[in-house]
């Protein structure tokens, strides 16, 4: 049996898990999501905590056992705490500003760079504009728009300019040595 899958998730207080049929939507502090669980894996509520499990021991059905559970799990972690990503901006004249749902860049372009949030994703820049904290509940979505935004410019192999994770390391290539 799957050592993920049959852990108990256990249901904070102020969240509410609610079981659909195959729909599972939780409601919290932070927000509301909702994922359809797939067909052989199912989901309990039992003494204030959720129990997934499985049907069978097909391969397919072993997999989405643990994935069904991490997903619920994070649904949960996310409507009760919520999720953070940070990101730095290397680079001399790189910055970022917020305006509303959208955010501007100027990355080194002849023209600044805007990034609409997806709904449920919040972003704050500090003074410097060269840090951004994203917030959000849904951890997918959230990722999914750290991994946007640092396509707008992603860190180059030399000198390590652009957008990059918090505590990301990169490694730097020597480049060329001058004429002797």
Known sequence: MSRIGKKPIVIPGGVNVKLDGRNVSVKGPKGDLAWEVPFRITVNVADGSLLVGRSDDNR???????LARSLINN????????????L???GVGYRAQVQGGKMIFSLGYSHPVEYQ????????VDKKQTSITLAGADKQKLGQAAA???AL???DAYKGKGVRYAGERIKLKAG?????
């Open 75 to 86: 649904m949960v972690i996310g409507v009760s705490e919520g999720f953070r990503r940070a």
């Open 60 to 66: 397919q059905t072993r997999a989405l056992h643990g």
């Open 153 to 155: 410019r992603s860190p």
């Open 176 to 180: 060329k040595t001058g004429k002797k």
């Open 117 to 124: 949030l997806p709904e449920g994703v919040s972003a704050e």
């Open 148 to 150: 946007d935004i640092r």
């Open 88 to 90: 730095e901006i290397t």
